[in-house]
């Protein structure tokens, strides 16, 4: 029998595409037979209120308390579909009643399966500006750019404005490529879309540099821990 899946949801959208992919591609070729999921999530506010305090502790805590839930109805581990909140979840990952895949450190593999040096990171500016990634990147020996400070800024507004209440225009694209297309120019072989609400944006065909989309490589890492 596959391994119970845990997710501890924090934004919806970003959730819902990770949970879909779990469930669509674990059926594909069994039979619908994808392994079984638990979701469970706090209000959003709960977290934002923390994450705009840059408190990172009471994130973890947040989180622990979505894995205590996870593990007593039978979640062999947990994931997060969340980038930023795993500020917090460094903090509190070795207190948590179940093992937890990171979704820097799977991205951080999948880039280094293909061979990548240098990658472009797109976030809110918590995730862009702060450790998860450059630690998980470095640990690899990659190397990981950001926007200039301004268009950091206005990539997290967009982010917290349209994409985590499910909008997405097309002036909002253009602005994303445009700033991948920066990347492309500084070196970068691929650009990482560290937020779980970007891939419902920018395809694969939208960009200039392959894409390493945290959500569905978070939830196709789940789909290969659960069947190990």
């Known amino acids: 029998m596959p391994k119970h899946i845990g997710i501890a949801a924090v934004t919806s959208e970003g959730a819902a595409l990770c949970y879909r992919t779990i469930c669509q591609e674990g059926e594909a070729g069994s039979g619908y037979a994808h392994p079984e999921v638990t979701l469970h999530t706090l209000p959003l506010s709960n977290y934002m209120n923390a994450i705009e305090a840059e408190d990172w502790p ?3 805590r947040l989180l622990l308390e979505s894995a205590g839930k996870l593990a007593r109805v039978g979640a062999a581990f947990a994931i997060c579909p969340d980038n930023t909140a795993h500020q917090g979840l460094n903090l509190v990952r070795a207190l948590s009643p179940l093992p937890w895949l990171h979704i820097a450190e799977e ?3 999948l880039a280094s399966e293909r ?4 990658v472009g990171l797109l976030g809110t500016g918590w995730l862009m500006e702060g450790p998860v990634y450059p ?3 470095s640990a690899r020996g990659i190397a990981c750019e950001i926007p200039e400070r301004d268009v950091c800024q206005q990539i997290s507004a967009l982010i917290m404005d349209e994409l985590v209440f499910g909008r ?3 002036s909002t694209r253009e602005y994303f490529q ?7 120019r500084s070196g970068c072989e691929a650009v990482i879309l560290g937020c779980t609400e970007i ?5 694969a065909e939208d960009s200039v540099l392959p894409i390493l989309d945290s959500t ?7 789909l290969r821990e659960a069947a190990a």
């Open 58 to 60: 009471t994130v973890g």
């Open 107 to 109: 991205i951080a593999s």
């Open 178 to 184: 445009q700033a991948i297309q920066v990347f492309e």
């Open 135 to 137: 630690v998980a990147l």
């Open 216 to 222: 569905r490589t978070l939830a196709r890492a789940a």
């Open 199 to 203: 891939p419902l944006l920018i395809r």
């Open 115 to 118: 061979g990548y040096r240098k």
């Open 168 to 170: 997405f225009t097309a």
